[in-house]
């Protein structure tokens, strides 16, 4: 049996109510230090600083990030590594859309209204089994992968019931290892023996890998065509596109994916990325428009993000007149990349070169040369590198 005295858990539940009940029955269960997060934000504070075995965490979350959002932004920045134990609290009507996010899956769900008695279970075997894979997630969070996959394989021998989970770290060991051929005959062996979502994914991502283009874009349709809400499909189809130079098809696998699933903000900056790239402008400005209200308080916040918005603006602006909401949308952006271009002469630089673009587009020479100006006096403080001449030119400068 777990001893759950010496676990520390971190609740993360916006509703009183069931904050209230969740952290009594955590309470009766023996758990004697219990952290309480109402918002991501402030759950993401606490993990940056304290260390947890348990998290218990509800989807819903208010305004802001969801838990699975939470879920994938703790994951990528490593503030909770393998050997903690990450269980999703859910709502009957969002466990189809949770169940859509593969590489930063919780350890386990629970849907409401539960008992305690239900969420005691539900504890004890995820602890337990979490506590039987230590040496494996130990592995994991040093990246050492080889080590993992033998800690894996022992794991297999001793507790034959935790097969599945041990093959699917291996397989992913594996490509991390680049050791793709490997990885395709655990994947195949799994997806023959339980025809587990997760095997045929990591079957399609290895055919990609290692180029099968075809294979690869055949078994990725077939997990959409069984699962819609496995949204991580989504991303590798459009992947497996845009290295077939099928650009276009890759930007409508992408609107799918963002109708189903339209919080993530990376996937919001790809499909930014992309209508870029084939100047589908009005596109790249309303998914980069997206990405700079997600980037608040988000680990994946860059300037890059708030250039590319200002970017599809001005290629807007090329095309068509601008409409007020776009015109007051770039100075918006503008305002809140001043924060990275204070001590970055590239970004400054960028930001410089887009507001002279953007004036001359709007035929508003006059801020157009205030802001070429300003740009000369930032190259000559060495806050900025030289402007255009080109523009010098066109303003008659």
Known sequence: ??????????????????????????????????????????????LRNNSYDLIL??????????????????????LIPNTST??????????????????????????????????QRRLLKLLENKEKLKKVNQALDKNEYAQAIDESKAVMKKYPFLTGKCNRVIGDCYIQLENYPLAKKIYSQEFKKQKMP????????????MKEYSVAETKLK???????????????????????????????????????????????????????DLQDFLLAEMSFRRAVFLAKHSCFNSPEIYLNHLKSIVGLSTKEELLARQKDSFKSTLKKVDVFSEENVAVNTSVHDLKVQFYLNQNDTVSAKDSFILWNEDYNNGKATQPNSEYKERLSL
């Not at 269960?29 to 109402?38: C, E, H, L, Q």
């Not at 459009?238 to 990376?266: F, G, H, M, W, Y």
Request: proline residues 2%.
């Open 1 to 46: 049996m777990i001893d759950f005295s010496s676990k520390k858990a971190i609740l993360i539940e916006d509703m009183a109510e069931a904050r209230i009940l969740q952290k009594k029955m955590l309470t009766d269960f023996g758990f004697k230090s219990i952290d309480v997060a109402m918002k991501a934000e402030s759950a993401i504070e606490l």
């Open 57 to 78: 965490s509800d989807y819903n979350l208010g305004n802001g990030k969801d838990g699975q959002q939470l879920l994938e932004e703790v994951r990528h920045s490593s």
């Open 86 to 119: 990450y269980l999703m609290v859910t709502a009957e009507t969002s466990i189809e859309m949770v169940m859509g996010a593969v590489e930063y899956q919780p350890d386990g769900y629970i849907t409401k209204p539960f008992s305690q008695a239900l969420l």
């Open 198 to 209: 997760w095997s045929l994914f990591g079957l399609a991502k290895t055919h990609l890998l």
């Open 222 to 276: 077939q997990l959409m065509l069984d699962n819609k809400f496995f949204i991580t499909a989504y991303d590798w189809l459009a992947k497996c596109l845009i290295e077939q130079n099928r650009q276009t098809e890759a930007q409508s696998v992408l609107i799918d994916a963002i109708e189903r699933s339209p919080k993530s903000i990376l996937r919001q900056i790809e499909l930014g990325k992309l209508s870029l």
